[in-house]
């Protein structure tokens, strides 16, 4: 039986953060043999928040240097650029004529953006997101693909759009299939400030930070505000750390709990034993990543390759929705 397709993508916005890895890109790596998969870099959906291009390429190389360093195997995974791939913009533009303004502006992504980014001029581009999102779906007729839970929306009106292209073009046989979410199983890694991790907020541990900084970027960690001296007993549910350490650390969350509780462990030392098990987790990232930072041309080249396979595939997409449209 042939593997399904998944679509997943990123904007580029650079290095990646503990955040990026925990919330898709470990989810992807894991699942390159099980399926086959496309990553798409979404250069233009980078439009929305920014419309300086400034770092849009130097960024582009950052991300895939971290993807590749991080286990992505461009051979099972091809990466590719949305902006490359001229057709991504063609059926955007069909899908744009399949959905009503009124459906859009009931997104609640969009109502969540518009709040999250103070945003008072809404751009048409804000509202033809998640359209320009299912065109890149199904140019490549993903059947899968992994989200966390905010992106359902979006899923959705890939999955409506898939329905009304086939309903209104292919009564006979339909072409788009309509994708699955399916979502990623770890929950959002809150930053070292305990609020949503960001690079705008500078409260993140990057895959790329050298074991002497994440040292020093653990020491700042917020914990239970409660324990003020080492012997103070503390309280793990409150405490960021505790966080940390039930992903990168499970096998002594339960003496940690204790010991926390009991106010034997102070913080600095608890703090320490984190960094060093996130070290060691990035270890490898990291010399994995020097090998391509000393060989920015071999990035280049992947991306380049995953480019010619990608648009094999979205050409012949178009294709068939223009036989389907008689159109051309
Ligand atoms: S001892 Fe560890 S778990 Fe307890 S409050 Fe301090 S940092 Fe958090």
Known sequence: ?????????????????????????????????????????????????????????????????????????????????????????????????LITKARLERNPTLKEQVRDLNIENLIYGHLGYPVLQAADILLYKGEVVPVGEDQLPHIEITRELARKFNSQYCQDAPIFPEPEAKMTNFARLP?????????SVGNTILLSDSPDIVIQKLKKAVTDPQKMRKNDPGRPEVCLVFTYHKKFNPSEVPEI???????????????????????????????????YENNVNKVVDIINDGEAKAKEIAESTMIEVHQKMKIG
């Open 1 to 97: 039986m042939p593997k399904k397709r998944i679509l997943s993508g990123m904007r580029p916005t650079g290095k990646m953060h503990l955040g990026n890895y925990l919330g898709a890109l470990e989810n992807w790596i894991a699942l390159q043999d099980e399926y086959q998969n496309y990553h798409l870099i979404a250069d233009y959906h980078v439009l929305t928040t920014n419309l300086s291009t400034d770092e849009i390429y130097s960024n582009t190389i950052e991300m895939v240097t971290d993807w590749l360093a991080a286990g992505l195997d461009p051979q099972k995974s091809p990466i590719f650029r949305q902006s490359q791939i001229k057709e991504h913009t063609e059926l955007f533009l069909i899908f744009s004529m």
């Open 257 to 291: 709990d204790t010991n926390c509780r009991s106010g034997v462990l102070g913080c600095v030392d608890c703090k320490m034993k984190c960094a060093s098990k996130i070290n060691e987790m990035l270890a490898p990232i990291l010399e994995k990543r020097k090998s």
């Open 191 to 199: 930053g070292l400030d305990g609020q949503r991790m960001s690079k």
